[in-house]
């Protein structure tokens, strides 16, 4: 990482010395804008105040969206942290880049920050370690990258309030601008464990004897819901505490993004704000993600340009459409093989969105495909063929309640969504195979028992 860091400092002393030339040749360029994005690992988009969520439970989101186009439905590619976030920074999809679950490591083709890297951007990442780490791939481009400090302790994760300050520290020691600066931070992740102030003021009441936080990790809830241990009440309360971990992200993202204010960096940055997936929150017999229901493709999207001008845009955008959009608004040129599309067209208001768009999904052999925002298929995928394909309908449907599958009336449709996946898929293997990441294998022990600790044990494979 040193020796990335002493061949660009020629080239940006280059840079600045061409600026100065061009300064007294004539009119100046604008500088190159830093760029700052946000993941808060599992926040589902419903949890926020600005997605519809509790009035007043996330007031610094809610600030920050005041100033920022905010897209009422973005899709993430995975359930999974390592695939959804490697999806976010290739721009492509899950069955490209390769890395399709948390213990199998890939080494990515080309990614925002080594685009940004080789333009001269000084390019730093803190992460929340947990399955967002160099040893997957993630830290592919990145000059600085960390993701713990000092002696590991279960179950390796940091939250924003560990992650942020250290940003904000090295805003204040690095030397140069333009920065790409990541920060992920895993707050509303399981166990449900928020700090006592959130707690008692969010999640206080409730006097069962079921110990809630621990059950985020089991996954499937069907057999406690089917025998009554887990009622209305347990119910609410895991609510309560899942809201109460999102308050507390909250809390240290005001400070932060305070920070970048009071450093004079948010009118020379573009700010994102985004998370890699949801979280089901009891429905459907779940608690937790890796599946795809839409509690967990559904995820915020902020981006916030210098003059911090609010605006909404309906209508559906997926996690591979940020590596364009990012890189379109900073004057770089995108790299070949990404599959999502530059919205910055869409922030201008010079055209609509796309429509008819394929989204695909993807989290070890559980995928789903859906075109446009009303019909979505789910299924798995097995050396036998395509099993326990399920299909619904949002748009009258969006919780998900009815599978369609069965009905005589619906089942053309979804044998066409899968048709028409598999047709794509056929379509462009000779991009996959030209584009995607090269496939490295498990990654260790240590690694796996993490990945236990995480709730993640087994069966996402
Ligand atoms: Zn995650």
């Keep these: 990482m040193g020796t990335a860091r002493e061949l660009l400092r020629p080239r940006r002393a280059a840079a600045a010395l061409l600026a100065g030339l061009a300064a007294a040749c004539g009119p100046a360029e604008p500088p190159p804008l830093n760029l700052v994005l946000i993941s808060l690992d599992t926040c589902r988009a419903s949890a926020l105040s600005c997605y519809g969520g509790p009035p007043g439970l996330t007031p610094s989101v809610t600030r920050l969206a005041a100033e920022s186009v905010v897209f009422e439905t973005c899709l993430a590619h995975s359930s999974g942290t390592a695939p959804s976030h490697m999806s976010l920074f290739t721009g492509q999809y899950v069955h490209r880049h390769g890395l399709r ?27 929340g370690h947990g399955s967002l780490r160099a040893e997957l791939g993630h830290a592919h481009g990145f000059e600085t990258f960390e993701s713990w400090v000092g002696e590991p302790r279960l179950p390796y994760t940091r939250n924003f309030d560990e992650v942020l300050p250290r940003a904000l520290d090295w805003l204040d020691d690095r030397a140069a601008e333009p920065f790409f600066l ?32 621990g059950l985020c990790g089991m996954q499937d809830f069907g057999p406690l819901l089917e025998s009554g241990q887990v009622g209305p009440e347990e119910r609410a309360h895991l609510r309560d505490l899942y809201r109460a971990e999102i308050a507390a992200a909250d809390a240290a993202l005001g400070r932060f993004l305070d920070g970048l204010r009071e450093r004079g960096l948010l009118e020379r940055s573009i700010v994102v704000f985004t998370s890699d997936h949801g979280e089901v929150l009891g429905d459907h017999g779940w608690v937790g993600h890796t599946t795809m229901w839409e509690e967990e493709l559904r995820v915020p999207l902020l981006i916030r340009l210098p003059a911090g001008r609010g605006a909404r845009v309906a209508g559906v955008v997926q996690h591979v459409d940020v590596l364009p959009t990012l890189l379109a608004a900073l004057g770089v040129p995108a790299p070949e093989g ?56 949002l ?20 044998r066409a969504l899968v048709d028409r996946y598999a047709s794509f898929r056929k379509a462009t293997r000779a991009e ?7 496939r490295l294998g498990s990654v260790d022990r240590a690694d796996a028992e993490l990945l236990d600790a995480l709730g993640y044990a087994g069966g996402d494979d």
């Excluded at 399981?190 to 008692?200: H, I, L, S, V």
Aim: charged letters at 30%; hydrophobic letters at 35%; glycine letters at 10%.
């Design 182 to 213: 990541l920060v992920h931070g895993y707050d509303p992740h399981c166990p449900y464990e928020p700090p006592p102030a959130q707690r008692a003021r969010l999640a206080g009441d409730y006097d069962g004897d079921l110990e809630v936080e």
């Design 101 to 127: 679950t948390n213990h199998r490591a890939v080494r990515p083709r080309e990614t925002l920050a080594g685009v940004l890297a080789g333009q001269g951007w000084d390019t730093a990442a803190f992460t």
């Design 338 to 393: 990404i599959q999502g599309v530059d919205l910055m067209p869409v922030l201008n208001g010079e055209r609509d969105l796309p429509t008819g768009r394929l989204h695909v999904a993807q989290f070890g052999n559980l995928e789903s495909v859906r075109v446009g925002p009303r019909w979505k298929a789910a299924f798995r995928r097995t050396p036998a063929g395509l099993r326990d394909a399920r299909l619904f309908d």
């Design 395 to 414: 748009a009258t449907d969006p919780s998900e309640l009815r599978d369609l599958s069965d009905d005589p009336d619906h089942a053309p449709r979804l």
């Design 432 to 438: 996959d195979r030209r584009y995607g990441g090269e």
